[in-house]
């Protein structure tokens, strides 16, 4: 067998990347090039593997401009054998300065598409030789017109007050239901959004819904229409049955400003939220798996830094 050749790409190299072919095509991404023009991708974060001048592997590490964090995988492809695969992520980690966190995106329901995994196993295989564990999975869900669920007319929703009503609901609220572009907003700017959203969502106040129960605040809903696509970026719950409505009414907001299309993004393991975005006619978009070093933070930490990095290149 032809000897294997890894290494980075070098700028201008951007069509030896785009050579492979994209063994999901289904999957709605940011391409390469789009993603150097935003500066997300650069070619001294990206590797290839080839073997007789074919391409037979390519990764591709993101971090937006201006981010304090570290890059994180977000294209792995591999059309050879995860050995291969796993010699190309050492020999980048190794120029990295160590193993970084893995998105793998999947299509939605990918585990019952056969056609699918056979696709995803190689790269799979390939990270966790290199040393990278499975930590958890996250679901990009789409809401695009589909009508919403009635009201019961328990529940009334205003606009927050101001910026100390906002902090003073995050400080009650464990754990949120939807947190859509936290991996972006730790890598950027250090935020975690599930515990200061404020200071990642730096719209008006009044861009932030309160649900109420008899005049009792229930439940907080951030929406953000100018983002790159308009998404629930953050949704949390005092009472857990304000959550369908408390969805709604943040589509209904969205759709009032222009939006088309809506996207949240949920831990695949809330059974619970994903079903009830399900029943507000969101659908499933795409599954990303989250990877971490073998010596990194519990599934907690690292399922919530999961995202839509549809943003990463950006877009």
């Given at each position: 067998m032809?000897?294997?050749?890894i290494?980075?790409?070098?700028?201008?190299e951007?069509?030896?990347?785009?050579?492979?072919?994209?063994?999901l095509?289904?999957?709605?991404?940011?391409?390469?090039?789009d993603?150097?023009a935003?500066g997300?991708y650069?070619?001294?974060?990206?590797?290839?593997a080839?073997?007789?001048?074919r391409v037979?592997?390519?990764?591709?590490w993101?971090?937006?401009?201006?981010?304090?964090?570290?890059?994180?995988?977000e294209?792995?492809d591999l059309?050879a054998?995860?050995?291969?695969?796993?010699?190309?992520?050492?020999?980048?980690h190794q120029?990295l300065?160590?193993?970084?966190?893995?998105?793998?995106a999947?299509?939605?329901?990918?585990?019952?598409?056969p056609?699918?995994l056979?696709v995803?196993?190689a790269?799979?295989a390939?990270?966790?030789?290199?040393?990278l564990?499975?930590?958890?999975?996250?679901?990009?869900?789409?809401?695009?017109g589909?009508?919403?669920?009635?009201?019961s007319?328990?529940?009334?929703?205003?606009?927050?007050?101001?910026?100390?009503?906002?902090?003073?609901?995050?400080?009650?609220?464990?754990?949120?239901?939807?947190?859509?572009?936290?991996e972006?907003?730790r890598a950027?700017?250090?935020?975690?959004?599930?515990?200061?959203?404020?200071?990642?969502l730096?719209?008006?106040?009044?861009?932030?819904?309160?649900?109420?129960?008899?005049?009792?605040?229930?439940?907080l809903?951030g929406t953000a229409?100018?983002?790159?696509y308009?998404?629930?970026?953050?949704?949390?719950l005092?009472?857990?049955?304000?959550?369908?409505?408390?969805?709604?009414?943040?589509?209904g907001?969205?759709?009032?400003g222009?939006?088309?299309e809506?996207?949240?993004?949920?831990?695949?393991?809330r059974?619970?939220?994903?079903?009830?975005?399900?029943?507000?006619?969101?659908?499933q978009?795409?599954?990303?798996?989250?990877?971490?070093?073998?010596?990194?933070?519990?599934?907690?930490?690292?399922?919530a830094a999961?995202?839509g990095?549809?943003?990463?290149?950006?877009g």
């Open positions: 032809t000897d294997l050749v290494r980075p790409l070098v700028a201008g951007e069509n030896l990347f785009e050579s492979m072919p994209d063994p095509p289904q999957l709605r991404q940011v391409g390469y090039a993603g150097l935003g997300g650069r070619p001294e974060n990206t590797w290839i080839l073997r007789a001048g037979v592997g390519r990764a591709a993101v971090l937006p401009p201006g981010a304090v964090g570290a890059p994180w995988l294209r792995f059309a054998e995860p050995e291969a695969g796993a010699a190309l992520l050492r020999a980048a120029a300065g160590g193993p970084t966190r893995y998105y793998a999947m299509p939605a329901h990918w585990r019952r598409r056609e699918v056979a995803v196993r790269p799979m390939a990270a966790r030789l290199a040393g564990v499975e930590r958890g999975e996250r679901l990009r869900c789409s809401w695009t589909t009508p919403l669920p009635a009201a007319g328990r529940y009334t929703f205003r606009p927050a007050a101001d910026v100390a009503e906002i902090n003073a609901m995050v400080a009650r609220i464990a754990e949120p239901d939807v947190l859509t572009g936290v972006v907003a950027v700017g250090g935020v975690d959004l599930a515990t200061d959203p404020l200071a990642w730096t719209g008006p106040a009044g861009d932030w819904r309160i649900a109420l129960d008899a005049g009792r605040p229930v439940g809903v229409g100018q983002a790159c308009p998404l629930i970026a953050y949704l949390g005092l009472d857990q049955a304000v959550r369908g409505e408390l969805l709604a009414e943040a589509v907001v969205l759709t009032a222009g939006a088309r809506v996207v949240a993004d949920v831990d695949a393991h059974v619970a939220v994903v079903a009830e975005l399900e029943r507000t006619g969101f659908r978009l795409r599954s990303r798996v989250v990877f971490e070093p073998a010596a990194g933070p519990p599934s907690g930490s690292a399922v999961a995202h990095a549809d943003r990463a290149g950006q």
